[in-house]
């Protein structure tokens, strides 16, 4: 089932709830999402963004680098 399907199939859900209960529990937990989701982020100034680069380079420049391979084999265990 794609997922324009699925959200109609949400929204028709919704309009024939009659608990309130169900609602107000589904209602919170989009509202939490959304909260987190805006929390994930970090907006970098940039002057920010300068320093991280200067710093990359940095590291770089003293071979702190690590391979595809490395960092392939390293998210396995995330």
Do not use: C
């Not at 324009?4 to 529990?25: C, H, P, S, V």
């Not at 999402?33 to 994930?40: F, I, L, R």
Request: hydrophobic residues 30%.
């Amino acid at each position: 089932m794609d997922l324009q399907t699925r959200k109609l199939n949400l929204i028709e859900y919704l309009i024939g709830l009659k608990d309130a209960e169900i609602f107000k529990r589904i209602e919170s937990a989009i509202y939490e999402n959304q909260k987190q989701e805006t929390v994930k982020f970090k907006i970098f100034t940039h002057k920010d963004l300068i320093k991280r680069a200067k710093r990359s380079n940095e590291d770089y420049a003293k071979g702190k680098v690590k391979t595809q391979e490395q960092i392939e084999k390293e998210s396995e265990n995330w």
